[in-house]
């Protein structure tokens, strides 16, 4: 495949582009800057072992992802100059009762188990007396104890997407500002019009997020991937270096992380149904703050510098949509990455560039095939 249109410059797209682009595919991508897009308001969490998920097609993706970013990540540092925000800070799971103090147990020996297995972006794990968490963390509420793991990460998604458009367009990526649908002839695809502009393609992949499901209409296949609603909060605490604070992940899936040097990011909510609704809610907000003053107290005198909106693409499965759409040879899909798009979509997007130049992919990707809800 000699040229491939991406549609969409999120996590997924960029490094689709990326991933080709580095390959001598040419390439170019089509993004209409859509309000809501979700990798400019993600929060940034990579942590493989922290996350209480059982399904073992999310815990492979979230470790393969991880080995990803420790290729990817030293790659960009070397070719652009786009900071990735990316840096291992640690975790800490947080249990704020004697009843979730109970439950802590399982969440070191799972990261564990998932340690000893193998999967990278864990480290050391260990519980935590509050006196001790408190201090790696000094805005922490009194809590009743917490699992520390260490190898648990940080990323920016605005910088690592504009890391990857770099490093892309150092390769000859053509990027096109304006609103794309696809260009089908006879049935099949063959390129795509983009602000107005008919380009033919090898091959389009279609990576336009929560979107993705409105640009397959004309062929009749369905993409399920709904929009869920993400409300954050941006604080910054001027009298503290925040650089070095661990993440804070909790059983009710709130979180608070910290990006150099004093800001602090709290979230966030889950709201399914909301469809493209950009707007903040005062309950939405009003949730997140409350969520965060239970879990960090002493952040009630951080000042309140922005709150941001996203839209989750949520599969009905929770698991990403990524492959060839049957019976459209030049059409790949690449979407549904739902809460975990920072973590694996740019894993995601370097598989679907492999698939595209007919390389060995680095996993089975038949649980995460277009028509599997057909
Ligand atoms: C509040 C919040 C917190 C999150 N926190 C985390 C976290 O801590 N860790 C984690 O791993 N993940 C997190 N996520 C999830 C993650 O942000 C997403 O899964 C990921 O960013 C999705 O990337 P994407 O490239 O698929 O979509 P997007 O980033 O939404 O990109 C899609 C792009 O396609 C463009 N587009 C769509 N349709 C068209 C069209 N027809 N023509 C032209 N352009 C088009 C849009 O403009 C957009 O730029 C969070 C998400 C939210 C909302």
Redesign the pocket.
């Known amino acids: 495949m000699d040229r491939v249109i991406v549609?969409?410059?999120?996590?997924?797209?960029a490094s689709v582009a990326f991933h080709l682009s580095r390959s001598g595919v040419s390439v170019k991508t089509?993004?209409?800057?859509?309000d809501g897009?979700?990798?400019?308001?993600?929060?940034?969490?990579?942590s493989p072992g922290g996350t209480t998920s059982t399904v073992p097609e999310t815990n492979l993706l979230m470790a393969e992802a991880f080995a990803h970013y420790e290729w990817l990540i030293p790659y960009l540092r070397e070719h652009v100059s786009a900071d990735t925000g990316f840096d291992v800070v640690g975790e800490l799971f947080v249990a704020l009762d004697d009843r979730e103090l109970r439950m802590l147990d399982d969440v070191r020996s799972v990261a564990e188990q998932r340690r000893n297995e193998g999967v990278r972006g864990i480290g050391d794990v260990e519980m935590v007396d509050p006196r001790s968490a408190q201090e790696m963390f000094p805005a922490l509420s009194d809590i009743a104890g917490a699992v520390h793991i260490s190898g648990a990460a940080r990323i920016d998604?605005r910088g690592l997407r504009q890391a990857m458009l770099d490093a892309a367009s150092a390769h000859g990526l053509e990027r096109i500002e304006g609103?794309?649908?696809l260009l089908v002839e006879n049935g099949s695809v063959r390129g795509v019009i983009a602000d107005g502009r008919r380009i033919e393609a090898d091959a389009v992949v279609l990576?336009?997020?929560?979107?993705t499901g409105?640009?397959t209409g004309e062929l009749g296949f369905d993409v399920p991937v709904e929009p869920q609603r993400?409300q954050?909060a941006h604080l910054t605490v001027p009298n503290n270096e925040t650089t070095n604070w661990p993440i804070l992940a909790t059983f009710a899936r709130n979180y608070i992380l910290t990006f150099p040097t004093n800001r602090v990011v709290a979230?966030?909510t889950r709201e399914d149904g909301s469809g493209f609704d950009y707007r903040l809610t005062a309950g939405g907000v009003h949730e997140v703050l409350d969520a965060a003053f239970a879990l960090a107290n002493g952040l009630r005198s951080a000042t309140l510098e922005d709150v941001?909106i996203?839209?989750?693409?949520k599969s009905p499965d929770g698991l990403p949509i990524l492959g060839q759409v049957p019976g459209q040879e030049r059409l790949f899909l690449a979407?549904g990455?739902?809460?975990?798009?920072?973590?694996?979509?740019a894993h995601s997007g370097a598989m679907v560039a492999d698939l595209i130049l007919g390389n060995n992919v680095a996993i089975d990707l038949s649980p995460y095939r277009p028509d599997r809800f057909t």
């Not at 089509?30 to 859509?34: E, G, I, M, N, T």
């Not at 897009?37 to 990579?46: L, P």
């Open positions: 549609i969409g410059e999120g996590i997924v797209g089509v993004d209409s800057q859509r897009r979700a990798t400019s308001a993600g929060a940034g969490i990579v998604g609103d794309a649908t990576a336009g997020g929560a979107w409105e640009l993400g954050i979230g966030a941001r996203g839209f989750r693409p979407t990455h739902g809460p975990a798009g920072l973590s694996l979509g």
